[in-house]
């Protein structure tokens, strides 16, 4: 397991609200049979921050300065952005799908996939898709194999490289690397979502690449409403999501940093 991989996990499993601040709670209420003010001052402090994430204000406050980083491209300037591939990174999946009989991108995947398809039918340019988390014995497969699957039969799309062994996006680079070099490609469009791709960018640079940043599912550009400052659980998902990205974005500068 990389430290990537287990930062990774770590920070799905305890980091990442809402664990960490039911965590919080319950280190109050442990504080407060001892220091009664200070164990109620930390469980008020995350039931107050839990309540914010909940809400889509909540949510663009952790979004915005990550999406702020990048910007979609202009009709037209992936022709003329002298790309020579397409890389479209894996997100989520559904597993064993009944109405397909197999595994199939999530939500998030599927709009990557979208633009993606859309870029290529565009540009014609070569696409590579990458992404794996298949387990041990191939009982579940590789995201990469179901994300090429979508392309090619629900957005009539080519693939012409699977790269199926990364866990992490540093790893969507590294691996992805050696396929795209050994067809002398320096440039590529880079397709994620507008929150992942600060970091995704970062990654596909460290490994060499001249990124032209293609980003989708842009989810702060809306007015802001009174609704918007309502508890909902989209809002917390957006939340989760933005702050596991802020994660990585320190745990890279941390690596970096130590190099």
């Given at each position: 397991m990389?430290?990537?991989?287990?930062?990774?996990?770590?920070?799905?499993v305890?980091?990442l609200?809402p664990?960490?601040l039911?965590?919080?709670m319950?280190?109050?209420w442990?504080l407060?049979?001892?220091w009664?003010?200070?164990g109620?001052g930390?469980s008020?402090?995350a039931l107050g921050?839990?309540?914010?994430?909940?809400t889509?204000a909540g949510?663009?406050l952790?979004?915005?300065?990550?999406?702020?980083?990048?910007?979609?491209l202009?009709?037209?300037?992936?022709q003329r952005?002298?790309?020579q591939?397409i890389?479209?990174?894996?997100?989520?999946?559904?597993?064993r799908?009944?109405?397909?009989?197999?595994d199939?991108?999530?939500r998030?995947a599927?709009?990557?996939?979208?633009?993606?398809a859309?870029l290529q039918?565009?540009?014609?340019l070569?696409l590579?898709?990458?992404?794996?988390?298949?387990?041990?014995?191939?009982k579940?497969?590789?995201?990469?194999?179901s994300?090429?699957?979508?392309?090619?039969e629900d957005?009539?799309?080519p693939?012409?490289?699977?790269e199926?062994?990364?866990a992490t996006?540093?790893?969507?680079a590294?691996?992805?690397?050696?396929?795209?070099?050994?067809?002398?490609?320096?440039?590529?469009?880079?397709?994620?979502d507008a929150m992942?791709?600060?970091?995704?960018?970062?990654?596909?640079?460290?490994?060499g690449f001249?990124v032209?940043?293609?980003?989708?599912?842009?989810?702060?550009?809306?007015?802001?409403?009174?609704l918007?400052?309502?508890?909902?659980a989209n809002?917390?998902q957006?939340?989760y999501?933005a702050?596991y990205?802020?994660?990585?974005?320190?745990?890279?500068?941390?690596?970096a940093a130590?190099?």
């Amino acid at each position: 397991m990389t430290a990537d991989f287990a930062i990774s996990v770590l920070s799905h499993v305890v980091l990442l609200p809402p664990m960490s601040l039911f965590l919080l709670m319950a280190m109050g209420w442990l504080l407060a049979r001892r220091w009664p003010r200070l164990g109620r001052g930390v469980s008020g402090l995350a039931l107050g921050v839990l309540v914010l994430l909940c809400t889509d204000a909540g949510a663009r406050l952790l979004a915005a300065p990550l999406e702020s980083r990048t910007r979609a491209l202009p009709p037209g300037a992936a022709q003329r952005s002298g790309a020579q591939a397409i890389v479209i990174l894996a997100a989520g999946r559904i597993e064993r799908a009944p109405e397909y009989g197999g595994d199939i991108p999530d939500r998030i995947a599927l709009a990557r996939l979208r633009y993606g398809a859309h870029l290529q039918h565009e540009t014609g340019l070569p696409l590579l898709v990458s992404g794996s988390n298949a387990t041990v014995g191939g009982k579940v497969e590789a995201k990469a194999f179901s994300m090429a699957r979508a392309l090619r039969e629900d957005f009539r799309t080519p693939v012409r490289w699977i790269e199926a062994d990364s866990a992490t996006t540093a790893q969507n680079a590294q691996f992805s690397a050696p396929l795209l070099r050994a067809a002398h490609v320096r440039r590529v469009l880079l397709v994620t979502d507008a929150m992942h791709m600060p970091r995704a960018q970062a990654c596909f640079e460290a490994a060499g690449f001249e990124v032209v940043a293609a980003p989708t599912m842009f989810e702060t550009l809306g007015q802001l409403t009174p609704l918007q400052f309502l508890p909902s659980a989209n809002a917390l998902q957006r939340s989760y999501y933005a702050t596991y990205e802020w994660m990585g974005l320190a745990w890279y500068w941390l690596r970096a940093a130590r190099a």
